[in-house]
């Protein structure tokens, strides 16, 4: 009888296990499904500016984004490089992931911890950005982190190194309820994605760590020293 019991409690754990595999396994193959999909379709939104729209009408109701997509090629190179140069100075380069930029990102976060600083560094490229941007959200676990790794493999195996940073230069956040290049070049400057100057450009890119702080903080002393540093940086990097 307790032979019996036990293989009955054996085959509800194995096939809630194998049901629990499948699960996920199909959770996966929708995911690359609209990594195809995203390869050829432009999105109308991302997983980030949905969270934040939620966030932002529960206190105004009737708000809305900031968002216009613009065609990679309507995107001053400018701008392309200067992020690539904040962001990701590798990025032509990798295969989506930087390990050792990881390492260091996290060692460095310890000792911080350890000393009680708040600030912190990321080791992302520009495809990890965009995995958690489009698909993912803000929030800080180790699950979200591996499907945000899964997720970058995808897309480093369906798209070109120019699609992705055209997908990543039109929903990445620039400021309070403001997302994508055309958007931010309106909010800050009053022109267009392509019509940026190289000192604009710099200064967007140099306030992608932290947008909406620099939002309302736009001429704080690291911001205006970051520009200068990227502006000289910028001409040094490759872009797709």
């Not at 929903?171 to 267009?192: I, L, P």
């Amino acid at each position: 009888m307790a032979t019996r019991k036990g293989r009955s409690w054996f085959r509800i754990i194995t096939g809630a296990l194998m049901a629990l595999v499948c699960a996920v396994l199909l959770y996966q193959f929708w995911l690359f499904a609209q990594v195809v999909w995203y390869n050829y379709r432009d999105p109308g939104s991302s997983a980030i500016m949905r969270e934040e729209l939620s966030r932002l009408r529960e206190g105004n109701p009737a708000l809305e984004l900031k968002y216009e997509w613009i065609p990679y090629d309507k995107i001053n190179r400018t701008l392309k490089r200067a992020v690539v140069a904040s962001e990701d100075s590798n990025f032509t380069e990798h295969d989506g992931v930087e390990w050792d930029a990881i390492r260091k990102a996290w060692e460095y976060n310890q000792k911080q911890h350890e000393a009680g600083r708040s600030k912190m560094r990321g080791g992302s490229t520009i495809t990890q950005q965009l995995a958690k941007n489009l698909f993912l959200s803000s929030s800080r676990s180790y699950i979200r982190k591996g499907q945000e790794l899964v997720l970058t493999y995808m897309i480093e195996h369906v798209m070109s190194k120019e699609r992705i940073l055209e997908l990543y230069l039109n929903v990445a956040e620039w400021g309070v309820g403001v997302f994508g290049a055309e958007a931010a070049a309106q909010h800050y400057f009053n022109t267009s994605a392509a019509s940026l100057g190289a000192s604009q450009s710099a200064r967007l890119a140099a306030m992608l760590p932290n947008p909406r702080f620099y939002d309302g903080h736009r001429k704080s002393r690291y911001l205006n020293s970051r520009v200068g540093v990227l502006t000289r940086r910028m001409q040094m990097v490759d872009i797709p």
